[in-house]
């Protein structure tokens, strides 16, 4: 009998027109619909700038956006990220010479970020509402800390941190890199 469901519910399925996703599809190539307020203030591609810093490796965009996580030690995002964005890190950029970098927004189901941040971090991920909010300041520059719910923000390698809004859902990578 569950064989019988099972081939009923595949061929409703076809018939629906709905495609199963390819075992190589990545959370990385989807559309960044659905943007928010940060990617409305400071992408590139909303504002007409260029969305290539001086020194970056890869344009700030959805195109590059595999090669980007790639520079970091995550390697990913969260399984089931959505509405992801990326945007160059103008402002550390100009503070830093030679410095480049990218901020990537996203959204993911609670259960995603604790996997993800206990597994980039060094702290486990049930204990993210053990943390004191974190306090606006230049160092975040290209995240305006001071609009997110309850912030938490770490390290996961000398050259990328997130910060998380709590309670769990929305997420920013802020990825930097370049020298003086």
């Given at each position: ?140 520059e290209d995240i305006d800390i001071s609009t997110i719910n309850h912030p938490l923000v770490t390290g996961f390698d ?23």
């Open positions: 009998m569950p064989r019988i469901f099972t081939l009923a519910a595949a061929i409703a399925f076809v018939l629906s027109g709905c495609t199963l996703p390819t075992p190589d599809s990545s959370v990385f190539e989807q559309s960044a619909s659905g943007k928010d307020a940060f990617w409305e203030k400071n992408s590139a591609q909303s504002s007409g700038e260029s969305p290539t810093l001086a020194g970056a490796p890869y344009p700030a965009d959805m195109e590059h956006l595999n090669e980007i996580i790639a520079l970091t030690d995550a390697k990913g995002l969260p399984e089931g990220a959505t509405d992801i964005a990326v945007a160059p890190a103008r402002k550390f950029a100009a503070s830093y010479p030679g410095g480049w970098g990218y901020v990537i927004s996203f959204h993911a189901e609670e259960q995603a970020i604790r996997d993800y941040f206990g597994k980039h971090t060094t702290f486990d991920g049930d204990d993210i509402e053990l943390f004191d909010d974190a306090e606006p300041n230049n160092q975040f000398s050259s990328t941190q997130i910060a998380l809004e709590r309670p769990l859902g929305r997420c920013w990578l802020l990825i930097r890199g370049g020298g003086r």
